[in-house]
């Protein structure tokens, strides 16, 4: 199993909305009869991308806008290992976490990675250094790829910072369909190459830095495959 965070734009902050976008790519979604790649006849759907979603799950509350800005969506269900859950922004009291807001009311520039810590991250699990502290062995331990990984997907760490650094989903979803770094399977297993996933990436960013796009929603959706 695998979850990916997923951003979807709607025209309206309505829930049916984002459930209407992500219907397509529901895997329990059958559609006409074909012949799959071994001539079987099914009606699998063959563009599933989910089995189950929830709104926020692990990735609850990851929005950041203005405490007064009552145009959010700020419930969604808490994820089996926690996630952002009170709303608050550590040491910004002027501001709030949601799960869904219009996109110009949307503070990206705070959700971002932090460069410096992703060039620590980089240091830790591709050049192996020595963790100095609890949370750096907790980097380490959690860690799922080998340090080639990370080699072929970024680069160079400061590539890899950069990256971390900007605002990022592992898919996005709007009335034009379905985009994503890159193809997940179980257990987190992927077939994002260092070119897909930052076309994917600039194009997230430029999506949300558009004009005409500032009006819409984006929520945050945790789906599961």
């Known amino acids: 199993m695998s979850h990916i965070c997923v951003a979807v734009a709607t025209k309206k902050k309505d ?14 979604l059958e559609v006409e009869p074909y012949k799959d790649e ?3 006849e099914t ?3 063959p563009n599933s991308k989910w089995d189950w979603y929830s709104i926020g799950g692990r990735y609850n509350h990851w929005l950041i806008t203005d405490k007064d800005n009552t145009d959010t969506f700020d419930d969604g269900q808490l994820g089996l290992f926690g996630g952002v859950s009170d709303g608050t ?28 810590k992703a060039l620590r991250e980089w240091e830790l699990i591709v050049e192996e250094q020595e963790p100095q502290n609890e949370e ?13 990984y990370y080699v072929e997907q970024y680069g160079t760490k400061e590539e890899y910072a ?7 989903t592992w898919a996005f979803v709007n009335e034009e369909g379905w985009a994503e770094q890159g193809e997940m399977g ?37 789906c599961h495959i």
């Not at 829930?15 to 329990?28: A, G, N, Q, S, T």
């Not at 750096?136 to 080639?148: A, G, T």
């Not at 950069?162 to 990022?168: I, K, L, N, P, V």
């Open 89 to 116: 922004v550590e040491g910004h009291p002027e501001l709030k976490r949601v799960n869904a807001a219009r996109i110009k009311d949307i503070k990206f520039d705070m959700i971002g990675g932090n460069y410096d």
């Open 186 to 222: 179980f257990w987190a297993m992927h077939n994002a190459t260092k070119d897909s996933r930052l076309d994917f990436i600039e194009k997230l960013n430029e999506y949300i830095k558009s004009p005409e796009h500032q009006e819409e929603y984006l929520w945050i959706i945790d």
């Open 162 to 168: 950069r990256q971390e650094s900007m605002f990022a």
């Open 15 to 28: 829930i049916e909305e984002v459930d209407r976008l992500l219907k397509p790519y529901w895997e329990e």
């Open 38 to 40: 071994d001539g079987d």
């Open 43 to 45: 009606t699998y759907n």
């Open 136 to 148: 750096e062995q907790e980097i380490v331990k959690w860690n799922l790829y080998k340090p080639s």
